[in-house]
């Protein structure tokens, strides 16, 4: 292990981790409004998550008539309901509506209108800029969407299995499940509403209801992202797998990076599926919150965590076989915390060859809220760790790869094979050169720490 002149002596040691194509989903979605504090008590309700005149709009286009006829849905149902997806496309049919879209990989979205042919679909994408033409075929067996140069084998997909907790700062969506049905709880604006859902169409369709009445709501999934709907409201949820840990995309990589540093609750879940795990992570030596990154975690014991995720999420059918989580290499923690190509064969050769790049950018000292560093550097007010997601995320999205806790990766250190190693710094650091996103720490495989901690990554590309 590398001497650490920058550490409390009074902090006890313990020794012993698309869609591509320009097709977007339809409805553009509105900006979201502020709910309506009062209303008549005779009037109808408004839905919460939109406001009135989103509402009005909504109810127009509902009346609107519909771009296919009766007998086009009935022909085409059974063929094309559900929802397809592709190499670059995503097109959803829903009978009752008789509604197809699409989603492009920039994100543009399109509304579709269609009509029904000798074995096939066809129809215009337009979204009040550009229209284009599309077909969707088939040949009995397989369905094929052409768009001008796209050309693509379409294959039913259903609605993926969900995790238990679905939140951003405005939406929390918390399953149940009760009684065998899809159901459960929706905060928004600090407001509580109970809701019931079931699959239609590859979707999640539902109504979420409270005292002052019900209104209509979806769940998509749309690439590696749920898309959560109500009227004109909209919102992405990152995936999340079945402890709530969320993942995200990291360009210059093949997985998927969890964007905060595993829980104490996730670590929960793990020792209490396995009585044997070593109880060191239970005393870290101060106080810390199911949210807080866990610490005294060995490399090794990481690496079983890992394991034991994979296992039980292949048997509940949320990973495919050729899916896995693991730790991030040292080399996919560099792309993920923003640092140009490195020279070296090992991590002890890159160490520190990138200087005067941080986290928050190229000035020292840190500026107020950089993360969560030693306290004389007076930045944060946490005298230990703080709960993962408490400051600003990189260009990634990606939270705390500066500070909280070090956080093993896979690789050796050197060829000596004997220590492996740490990046990204703790609560208790302040030496400028610990705090460079070049800088590698090092243990061995077996030590607890109470400033080591871990981040998942997921292999396998699609969501969990």
């Known amino acids: 292990m590398k001497t650490r002149p920058n550490t409390r002596p009074t902090q006890p040691r313990f020794g012993i981790h698309l869609l591509a194509g320009p097709l977007a989903t339809v409805a553009l979605a509105a ?15 408004l839905n919460p998550l939109e406001p009135a005149a989103a509402a009005t709009t909504a109810a127009k286009q509902a009346a609107a008539a519909n771009p296919f006829d009766q007998a086009a849905q009935t022909a085409f149902a059974g063929r094309y309901a559900g929802r ?23 994100g543009n979205r399109y509304t579709i209108q269609a009509t029904s042919g000798p074995g096939a679909l066809e129809g215009i994408c337009g979204n009040g800029q550009e229209s284009f033409p599309f077909s969707v075929t088939s040949d009995g067996e397989r369905l094929r969407f052409t768009a001008g140069t796209i050309s693509t084998t379409l294959e039913r997909q259903k609605f993926p299995k969900l995790g238990d907790l679905y939140e951003t700062k405005r939406v929390r969506l918390q399953f149940e499940n009760r009684a ?5 709880a929706i905060r928004f604006n600090g407001r509580d509403y109970r809701f019931t859902a079931a699959e239609v169409a590859g979707d999640l369709e539902g109504t979420f209801s409270d005292s002052r009445g019900s ?8 690439g590696r992202t749920m898309i959560f709907r109500s009227g004109s409201f909209s919102e992405a949820f990152p995936c999340q797998n079945s402890l709530g840990m969320a993942f995200a995309e990291v360009l210059g990589t093949d997985v998927l990076f969890c964007l905060w540093e595993t829980r104490v609750r996730d670590y929960a879940a793990y020792a209490g599926a396995h009585t044997e795990v070593d109880n060191s992570w239970r005393k870290p030596g101060f106080t810390q919150g199911d949210d807080h990154p866990v610490v005294n975690v060995s490399w090794q014991e990481a690496k079983w965590f890992c394991e034991w995720l994979t296992g039980k999420e292949r048997t ?11 730790l991030p290499t040292d080399a996919e923690w560099s792309v993920a915390v923003g640092l140009p190509k490195e020279s070296g064969s090992t991590p002890s050769e890159k160490d520190r060859k990138i200087k005067d790049v941080y ?28 709960p993962v997601g408490s400051f600003k995320p990189n260009q990634c999205g990606l939270y705390d790869l500066g500070g909280n806790v070090w956080e093993w990766c896979e690789d050796w250190y050197d060829s000596d094979q004997k220590s492996r190693v740490l990046r990204g710094a703790s609560w ?30 997921l292999v396998g590309g699609s969501s969990p």
């Open 316 to 326: 509940e059918g949320r990973l495919q076989p050729d899916q896995e989580y693991r």
């Open 180 to 184: 065998g049905q899809t159901n459960g």
């Open 359 to 386: 986290p928050w950018g190229t000035t020292w000292p840190p500026p107020s809220g950089a993360g969560n560093y030693d306290s004389s550097l007076k930045v944060d007010t946490f005298d230990n760790t703080s």
């Open 428 to 457: 208790s650091n302040f030496n400028p050169d610990y705090l460079l996103p070049s800088y590698r720490d090092c243990d061995a495989p077996d030590i607890r720490f109470n400033r080591f901690g871990f981040r998942c990554v």
């Open 84 to 106: 397809l997806e592709g190499v670059v496309v995503q097109i959803r049919l829903k009978p009752e509506g008789g509604a197809w879209t699409g989603t492009f990989v920039k």
């Open 215 to 222: 209104f209509p709501f979806s769940l998509a999934q749309e």
């Open 31 to 45: 900006a979201l409004g502020s709910p309506p504090a009062c209303r008549a008590a005779d009037a109808a309700p």
